[in-house]
Every structure is written in C-alpha cells, then in structure tokens.
C-alpha cells in the first residue's frame, strides 16, 4: 500500500532504501528533448520518495518548471518528470518550489543545538570552511566525533590555521618563526591527510600572521587542490591602509600560487564601505585568471567576541559606531563603557550595527558572492539571528520584498555556488547544489510567498517558518509539523585524498 502524504497533514516518518551507487556523473546533466527537465523515469517502477506537482528550480541548468514529479531512489534523485510517478513515500508539492538543499559554505561545528535551526532554515549541507574549532591538525577527531553524534545534515570543515597558531604558543601579535611555520607547514598537511576541505586563516584576529605564513599556506593548499578561506584584515577606508590592501596581501599570492581563495563576509571585513571599489577588486582578479570567491550574509549589522583583536582600542574610529550601537546578543541591552568591559572579560559575543545596508545589497549582486551565515546556534543564544536565518532571509527580503535578486538567482548563490566552489578538493560535492537526474537527494520543499527567518537579535532562537520539507540523502528530516529526529542520514564530507568517492 503506498503511504500518500500532502501538505499539512501530520509529521512525516521518512523511510528510505540504502543509498544507490550507480549514478553516474555524466547524468547530472541529462535534459529531455522538449527542454522540460531531466528525466529517467519508469512507468512501472515504484520509487522510495516521490514528490509529486512541483515547481523544480534547478540552478545549474536553469530549469525552472512546474507540474514536475521527482522520483527518489536510495539517496539519489532517479527521475524528474511530468510523468505520474509511484513512491512508497509522496510528498504532495503542489504550488511550492522543489529546490537544491542550501550549502552552508561559512559556519561551525554541526552541534546538537543548532542542526535543527539549520534544518530549519533550509541548510542540508553545514561546512565549517571559517575553521573546526577544536581539532588541532588531526581532523580524523573532528569527523570521527561528528560521525558517532550523527548529524541530520551533512558535515565538513576546514584546518583552523588560528588554533594551530595558539596550540604552537604563538600570541595573537607574535610572528611565526621560519621553524614555527614549518611546524605549522606540518599540521596543515596531517589535517588535510585526515579529510579537511581546505585551509582557514583569520588575519584580523591575529595582527601578527605574516606573508611568510600565508605564502606557506598557499603552498600547502595548492599541493593538496584545495582552497583557502581569508578572513582578511579590517582596515576600512581610512589611509594609510584600506580594504584594497587587506584583499591584495591575499589575492596577490594566491595569483602566484595558482591557489583558489574565498573572501569571508566581505559586508563586514573587506568591503565595508567600499563595497564597490573591493568588489572591482576581487572581479578584476578573476578575469585575469585569479579564482576568488566571496560570501556575505543578509545583515547589516555583525557580530563578534568581545574579546577578539577585532574590538581592540580603536574599534569605534574604525567602525564609526559609539558604545550604544554595539547590542549584547541574545538580549536587547544596549552596552556602556562598563558592560562593555564585563562583557569583553567573559568574551560574549558583541552585535554592532555597522554594515551600510547597500554593501549588503551590491556583494548579493556580485556574481562572485554566494550566501554564507558565518554562524551557527549554540547553547545559551548569545547569538546573532544569522544562525538560524540566513537563507530564508535572503528568500523574504531580498528576493520577495525587495527584489534585489530573483529567485533562481537567489538559490543558485545559495546551491550551486558553494558547491562549485568545494568540488575540486571534495568529489561529493559534485553532487550537491543541483536538482538532477543522478544528484543526491538533498531537497528543500517550500513557499516562496511564505518563506521567511524570524531570528532577531533579541531572540536569535526562532526557527524559520515555510520550508515545509527538508530531504537529506533522500529521507524527510523536516516536515510541515516538525522534525523527525528518528532520521539523521548525514554524511562527512571529505576531501579529495580521503573520499570514498574520489575520482
């Protein structure tokens, strides 16, 4: 008897065959002959998961079609059509959009707390490319101990070149010796060995990293085909060092060493306030060749420890913002100089309302800048609402309200892009970020005039609301009354030296 599901009607329990391991690459970008989409369905087979009559958004082939019904097989899409298809699990999508599941490409450690506001706001795939903290260089710990707690989403991260800096006794303001930096050359490699997607560097948290340092990065990452990640250097606009400076002293060596980078946040760290002549920047680069991403979330304001360098005296010139424009987060307190200080020695995390709201606007029309949270939700709520509401906030104001984006271009920054900008150092990301014949099953199931975050400042635990199915490797792990926390098909995302799927 087939299990028939439609919106509204009770929470889902998923059920789903082993994965397939039959999909080939190539079908990835099979289209049918009338240009309605991909196909491979069969009349007479009866698949896992059939979502049937919605509206498919595929950003890679730019398919956007409705009436559409997808089959799913283990965890791989195995049909889409307009065919009437049979499952043992269908999903009525009826007037909602049936889109690659988000990519996460800036966040943290997929904790227990905040997976589901991931899930949530429609994240499938949660990578912590800022840095796992925690890891040291054996990042085999890192998956190891996310792999025993099975997530929901899938996971992976990046070595947290910062942390190996402390755990060498190196002060935020010391610079690396020539045997420091061989040390640090060496754990870079172990963690790489071990799976890491790439390499993290914060240099605005740590004044003292050097071009000798970053130049041995560049040479670690380019040996192991795998990308960098920069938060760079906040100098602002001011003379006599300015944004421009803080991107060149990456986006220089990356040109000599042939090396992929990716601007973190730029809104707030490399682009604040000059927006326009940083974007030229980073554009200019890779027309000559230079592959360089960005990311920014949809927020104009950021969010910071209160003890990082990133508060250091100076910080209200810098920022032009005074003490009652920095707002503890999770609450609504506005801080002074005393709260400020107490707050700073317990190192809670500062909200500053600092970002001009047309940076936000020119990065998200950037075809370079794709969607990244910069955060996940963490027990206790000093957070910024970025952790459960980013995706979806782009969907309501930006796409919907605003139309700075439309809505294919909105998914595909939020798909597509971080996909492709992981897929040479991890092979499993060639299958993420597409709604096509052979992609994993990683789907998002929503209204696109109801979609929206509802994560403030005040209360940065709010889920978000209209992702009213959330499929990862082809189970149902959110439905329109909840989640199902009986299912957690997550998968660690490796790179190329330690996936089963490398080519």
């Not at 996909?419 to 299958?431: G, I, K, N």
């Not at 889920?463 to 149902?476: F, H, I, N, Q, S």
Request: with cysteine; aromatic share 6%.
């Amino acid at each position: 008897m087939r299990l028939q599901i439609q919106f509204g009607i009770g929470l889902l329990i998923a059920a789903s065959a082993a994965a397939s391991t039959a999909a080939a690459q190539a079908s990835l970008r099979t289209r049918n002959s009338d240009g309605q989409g991909s196909t491979g369905a069969r009349a007479s087979e009866t698949y896992d998961v059939v979502i049937r009559d919605a509206r498919v958004m595929d950003p890679e082939t730019h398919l956007d079609a409705a009436g559409m019904n997808v089959g799913i097989r283990g965890k791989r899409i195995a049909a889409i059509t307009r065919q009437a298809l049979q499952g043992r699990l269908e999903i009525g999508a009826q007037g909602r959009v049936l889109a690659p599941g988000f990519v996460d490409v800036l966040s943290y450690n997929p904790n227990a707390y905040g997976v589901p506001y991931k899930l949530a706001d429609g994240v499938t795939t949660n990578l912590a490319m800022h840095g796992a903290p925690g890891t040291g260089a054996d990042m085999r710990v890192w998956y190891r101990r996310y792999e025993r707690r099975r997530p929901a989403l899938n996971f992976g991260g990046s070595f947290l070149y910062n942390l190996a800096r402390v755990k060498l006794g190196l002060g935020i303001d010391r610079r690396a010796t020539a045997a420091q930096i061989a040390a640090l050359e060496e754990r870079a490699e172990r963690a790489l060995a071990s799976g890491a997607l790439g390499i993290s560097m914060s240099l605005e948290y740590a004044p003292g990293i050097t071009s000798d340092e970053i130049e041995a990065m560049m040479r670690v990452a380019k040996r192991s085909r795998v990308p960098m990640f920069f938060h760079v250097r906040n100098y602002g606009v001011a003379a006599p060092k300015t944004n421009l400076d803080a991107l060149r002293e990456v986006v220089e060596p990356a040109r000599r060493n042939g090396v992929a980078i990716h601007i973190d946040h730029i809104a707030s760290t490399g682009g604040a306030g000059s927006m326009a002549a940083s974007l030229g920047l980073l554009e200019q680069a890779r027309a000559e060749g230079v592959d360089v991403t960005a990311c920014v979330y949809p927020y104009n304001y950021w969010a910071s420890p209160l003890n990082s360098a990133r508060w250091a005296p100076g910080w209200q010139k810098r920022f032009g913002i005074s003490f009652e424009d920095v707002q503890l987060a999770g609450s609504s307190e506005r801080l002074t100089p005393a709260s400020f200080a107490r707050y700073r020695r317990q190192g809670k995390l500062g909200v500053a309302y600092a970002i001009p709201e047309e940076d936000v606007v020119e990065a998200l029309r950037s075809p370079l800048v794709m969607i990244g949270s910069d955060a996940i939700l963490e027990p206790g709520n000093n957070n910024h609402p970025r952790a459960a509401g980013t995706f979806t906030r782009v969907l309501r104001v930006y796409v919907r309200e605003r139309h700075v984006l439309t809505l294919m271009q909105a998914l595909e920054k939020m798909t597509l892009m971080p996909a492709r900008c992981l897929e040479t150092a991890a092979p499993a990301m060639r299958h993420k970020g597409r709604v096509q014949v052979g992609a994993d099953a990683d789907l998002v199931v929503f209204d696109p005039a109801r979609v929206a975050d509802c994560a403030t400042v005040e209360r940065p635990n709010c889920y978000a609301v209209g992702m009213d199915y959330v499929l990862v490797a082809g189970k149902v792990v959110k439905g329109p009354h909840g989640f199902n926390r009986q299912v957690r098909p997550g998968e660690a995302i490796l790179n190329w030296r330690k996936s089963p799927s490398a080519d």
